[in-house]
């Protein structure tokens, strides 16, 4: 291996590439390269600290199985045996009892082993990923409306073109930084940017607008609703069901979004204009609107208003999502998903099926049928499902409602975790596989733009930890399922994935190592001389018809709880805390922010300990007093162990993506008097 080597940033899903320096086999510094095809050299703090973890003391390198209640050190052969002896009669009585469970931080190669083993391996439908969690609302409404769900449908610098950019619940200063660079570019040659969002977040918006949550909707309905009246309707192509979109905006009034809303009739009234006048307006949503019982909806509304008024699929314009863990996009398309084959195809297709079979050479009728989604699958533990793999995630911290989701792994009969570092889920796992981290693996992610990109390996996995793609094949051959996992090496799995995606509408079969050396692609690339997609979305769609379908969606005013509790990220820490808790140079901590008129209505001061109580738990953890975000709503972190998820509803559920309302939700504030007591943090995570 060479003394430098360039890869992407383990992540987020802008996927900025870098430079490892190595001494003697490990890696001792990261340089940003201004040769990275996307963010052109600007990383994040997140990426700069991201070696820390690499050999962290608490690194994962030996297997661990539950013994006497602990989890104690053992081979490999004991561990394999062990799964084989408590995951074998399982699959031999009912293969559904076992569940799989991903994640978007996954490379592409191992989705699609993730999902390969779960349907030709184990011969179960129950497998799910933690997309579920963060893309599906915005990939079902564009599924449900195109036939295509590419996140970005042009490259980042195409944001320069648009004149408005209003953002949606998407705090892109923390969590996407390098895309302001693209932003400012827009805002330097005259562009508006409008941040729709509770709490007024950093940025570059000359606008700020602070909708209740769950309200979004209503918004971009209204603006659909005076379009129509200005008669500046153009349909960006043919579709179907525009009259009925129509229809079900016509009864929306200012006053009455301006009270759902709590945003002045004045600034909506300027907002209607500025969008009506803009040459090139750009919707841009994160999981503010997405995260919701109604998010599939809520993008649907956002996806007909940039379609109406004529601006969808221009580069630069329309709508689009900003997909956010680091093969997000890449994660949503390879069969991870309960109802996915590789290369987007459906599980519940016939001719996908059949062709999947015959590539697999196993017969059509031995793939399962679609499963249960994420939530479902965690709340089934303990009935439904006796047994679970989970690579990649830690539901213990990130699952909404998390306490009833640590009861229900609890009462798994046997749980396995493939983690690098000793997680919350991890460490109520019956058996732990000490995996690969991102520097010492290769593969392929997929960034928010549908952009292609090589990881490389740098160094070797330390111990006895061995690759992802390797344990999940002894997984296989463990319970003398193996036949299909008979990999030589990393490029031979590489190379029938390519393959596995042609013809799909995520297609990467003209991809190689080789060709990926030099250069990126954006999907579709469907054969060896193709150069990429950088704008996919175009008339006729992959729908039935060729046509868009919009779908009306119902404008209903959601029921509002005397304090909101909105839940999201910070800049310093990442996802569930895993690996940025443990990194020194990023810092957080967990604290409820409120405004100071919600403070004076429950009488609570800067700083004081609540016992804040959510529907299925509660935490205590201090108030943090600012202006910064609307009255009534409270907004909480994720990152912590004892912090959000100890407060959202673990059963609301989006009835179409099967996305849980992390954004929406009720809180009651028990003030404490014994505060230095209280914040201690629970006996059960006293690891962290
Ligand atoms: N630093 C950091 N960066 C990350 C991550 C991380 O954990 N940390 N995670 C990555 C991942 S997986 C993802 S999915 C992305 C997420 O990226 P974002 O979507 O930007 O992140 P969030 O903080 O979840 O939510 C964005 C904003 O939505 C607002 N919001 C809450 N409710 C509503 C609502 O009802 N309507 C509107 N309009 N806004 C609302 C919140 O106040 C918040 O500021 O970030 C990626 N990047
Ligand atoms: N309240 C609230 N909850 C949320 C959200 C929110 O906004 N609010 N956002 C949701 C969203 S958008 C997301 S994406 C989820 C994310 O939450 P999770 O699904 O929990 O994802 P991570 O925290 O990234 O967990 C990754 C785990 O896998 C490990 N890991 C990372 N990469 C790899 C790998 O390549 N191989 C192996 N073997 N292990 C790996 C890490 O060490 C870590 O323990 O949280 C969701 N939860
Ligand atoms: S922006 Fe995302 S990909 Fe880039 S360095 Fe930061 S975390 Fe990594
Ligand atoms: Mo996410």
Redesign the pocket.
């Known amino acids: 291996m060479s003394n430098l080597v360039r890869t992407t940033c383990p992540y ?2 802008v996927q900025c590439n870098f430079d490892l320096h190595l001494e003697g086999g490990m890696a001792v510094r990261i340089t940003p390269t201004r040769e990275c095809p996307v963010a052109g050299g600007t990383v994040c703090k ?1 990426g700069l600290a991201a070696l820390s973890d690499l050999r962290h003391e608490d690194r994962l390198t030996t297997p661990l199985l539950r013994m006497g209640g602990e989890l104690r050190p053992v081979s490999w052969e004991v561990a394999l045996s062990m799964f084989a002896a408590r995951v074998g009669p399982i699959l031999d009585r009912d293969p559904a009892r076992l569940a799989l469970f991903g994640s ?1 931080a996954l490379t592409n190669e191992k989705t699609y082993l993730l999902g390969k083993l779960a349907r030709v391996g184990f011969r179960t439908p129950s497998i799910d990923y933690n997309g579920r969690f ?1 893309m599906s609302s915005a990939a079902a409404a564009m599924n449900r409306s195109f036939g295509l769900d590419r996140g970005l449908g042009f490259p980042l610098s195409d944001i320069a073109r648009s004149d408005l950019i209003l953002l ?5 200063a ?3 930084p390098p895309v302001m660079q693209f932003l400012k570019g827009a805002k330097d040659r005259g562009a508006q940017i409008v941040n ?4 007024v ?1 950093p940025g570059l918006a000359q606008t700020q607008l602070a ?1 209740y ?4 909707h209503l918004i971009a309905g209204l603006l659909l609703k005076f379009l129509n009246e200005w008669g500046r309707v153009r349909p960006s192509a043919p579709a179907e069901g525009m009259q009925e979109v129509l229809a079900s905006v016509a009864g929306l009034t200012l006053s009455g979004v301006s009270g759902a809303t709590g945003i002045d009739e004045a600034a909506l009234w300027k907002l209607a204009r500025q969008y009506a006048q803009a040459h090139r307006p750009l919707i841009l949503s ?4 997405e995260q ?1 019982v109604n998010g599939t909806d809520t993008v649907s509304a956002l996806i007909n208003l940039a379609f109406l008024s004529g601006h969808f699929g221009r580069p630069g314009g329309g709508y689009s999502t ?1 997909t ?2 680091g093969n ?1 996009q890449g994660g949503r398309e390879h069969g991870q998903k309960n109802d996915q084959l590789p290369g987007y195809r459906h599980l519940a297709n016939a001719a996908d099926r059949a062709h999947m079979a015959d590539f697999w050479g196993v017969p059509e009728a031995s793939l399962p049928g679609v499963g249960k989604s994420a939530q479902e699958l965690f709340l089934a533990c303990g009935s439904e499902i006796e047994a679970m793999i989970i690579i990649g995630s830690n539901p213990a911290v990130s699952a909404p409602g998390a306490a009833l989701v640590r009861e229900r792994l609890a009462a798994l009969d046997f749980l396995v975790v493939i983690d690098f570092l000793p997680s919350e889920t991890a460490l109520l796992a019956d058996l732990v596989l000490p995996g690969s981290m991102w520097a010492e693996e290769e593969g392929t992610t997929t960034n928010l733009e549908g952009r292609i990109q090589r990881r490389r390996k740098a160094m070797t996995a330390p111990g006895l930890a061995r690759e992802d793609w390797q344990i999940l094949c002894d997984l296989a051959h463990a319970v003398g399922r193996g036949e299909k996992f008979r990999y030589a090496d990393f490029t031979t799995l590489q190379t029938e994935f390519f393959a596995a995606t042609k013809g799909g509408k995520a297609d990467y079969s003209g991809l190689s190592a080789e060709r990926l050396e030099t250069q990126t692609f954006q999907w579709p690339v469907p054969h060896a001389e193709h150069v990429g997609t950088p704008q996919p979305y175009f008339a006729p769609y992959q729908t039935a018809t060729g046509q868009a379908n919009l779908i009306p969606v119902a404008m209903t005013v959601p029921a509002r709880a005397p304090l909101t509790l ?1 839940t ?8 569930s805390g895993t690996q940025s808790r443990r990194n020194p140079g990023l810092k957080g901590v967990p604290e409820v922010q409120i405004h100071p008129d919600t403070a004076r209505l429950h009488g609570l001061s800067h700083g004081q300990s609540v016992r804040w109580q959510g529907p299925h738990g509660e935490a205590v953890l201090p108030t943090c007093i600012t202006p910064k975000i609307r009255p009534g709503v409270a ?1 909480v972190a994720f ?1 912590w162990p004892g912090s959000a998820n100890e407060l959202t509803g673990a059963d609301t559920l989006d009835p179409h993506s099967r996305m849980p309302a992390f ?2 939700g009720a809180l009651t504030a028990h003030p404490l008097l014994e505060v230095a007591a209280a914040v201690q943090p629970s006996p059960v995570f006293a690891t962290d």
């Open positions: 987020c899903a997140k978007g963060c949606f619940g998407a705090n892109v923390e969590t996407l729709i969002d509770p709490r977040t909708p949550p769950g309200t979004d994160g999981r503010g609107p919701q900003l956010g863990q997000g909105t999201g990220r910070i800049a310093n820490q990442y996802q907004f990152h954004k929406s």
